[in-house]
């Protein structure tokens, strides 16, 4: 067999040379893309575009609890509710006058029951400022003590952590639809079974311009520790609840609380230990929690002017749904401030007591959400009042105070402290942070009296709103 030579010219070298560098430009090439996508690109993003707009002011509505009410007074019928005593407002706004008002009908109670609503328009672009309160002292053998509540702006949804259904307890849930639009209302009551919407609850119709007020034996009979959710639909309402008690023919006080709202952070300013109940034994101060997740809440009382904890912080165990109470121990005589920290949100309010004996009286102190803008409270008329400013930061803060019409009083707070301070009853005053969040209680104590008034924001300037474009 013959071979023959193979020969390859010049230009077939040269076209070989081309088709191999090709061959390995390509394979370069895919690998260049192929390592270029597995290694990270840089982030590109735009933030979202938002615009922070505050809303025209519009006008401002309280509306007020009323008289204080008594159950069962008549012997005909023993649910029957009626007028025990009316009670003294404070009202008015930052220009020195008075918002208009009007009475809420309340067509379940006997005698003259006026519950008022106040309405405080702007001042055309300029928000107006207005405060309301009330007070009633009374010393009947089946009601006696002293009760303050302010006059609230109605609410979509609400809580009452307060109350219970005891043997010599009673409690009145007051349901108020101060606007122009009828309401309904569910009522939702968290107990030891977790919740449950009573017989009748679902669905309770609260006219246009209207109170309701509903026994709590009948929405919560049986419950030691009920924590309630009123969630409104149609319109808001301002939701309260009434309390009084009575040991072994003894009454052992009233009060009146508002509604509170949920909170991974809760601050309870001004409660202030006096009478028989200083440095006892017993659960002369306690805090009601409710969560509607499973978490753990640390509570912690500090001496309000010292900043300094009162024992070590307790932790919480609170299972979904389930109202708990916690003793918070010995407290001597003295003004506290007691925070609950948790990872889920949870409601709050501490329960306080001069003693348990004749004469005594009680309050339930709402957890107060923080401000940080100038807000106009009303004092209502009652012994040695006080406001308790807290203030959480780390840092120190000045506060501005002042009476309505008199020169400011700045008071300086350190970091994780409050300030309790002195005041006229039945007056205006304005409380300004000046930009730092605070929280802040108006109170009275004394050995046979006790209230407390959580501060809400100023319900006439209206909050900013973020809207994406």
Known sequence: MRIRDIRITGAQRALGVRVILGAVTAVAAVAGVTAAAALPWPAVSTPPRMLEITPAPAEAVLACDGPVLALGRSAEEAS??????????????????????????????????????????????????AAAASSASLADTDMAGFTASACRPPQMKSWIAGGDTETGTTGILLLANPGDVNATVQVTVYGATGPVTPPGAEAVPIPARTQVALPLAGLAGGEQSPVLRITATGAPVRTSLQSSIIRTLEPGGIDTQSAVRPALDQVIPGLRVVGDAAGTEGASAIVRLLSEADTTATVTVTDAEEGTPVGDPIPVELTAGAPIEQDLGVLDEGAYTVSIRAAEPVVAAAWQTTGFGAGADFAWNTAAPAFADATLIAVPPGDDATISIANPAAEDITVSVAGLGDEPQDIAIAAGTSAVIDVTADKLYTIDPQGAPVHAAIGFANDSAVASIAVWPDAAHPRPVVVYP
């Open 80 to 129: 029957a509710l009626s007028v025990a005593r009316p009670g003294a407002v404070t009202v008015g706004n930052d220009r020195g006058d008075e918002p208009g008002s009007d009475v809420l009908a309340q067509p379940t109670i006997e005698g003259e029951a006026a519950a008022t609503r106040y309405v405080q328009r702007p001042d055309g672009r300029e928000a107006v400022s």
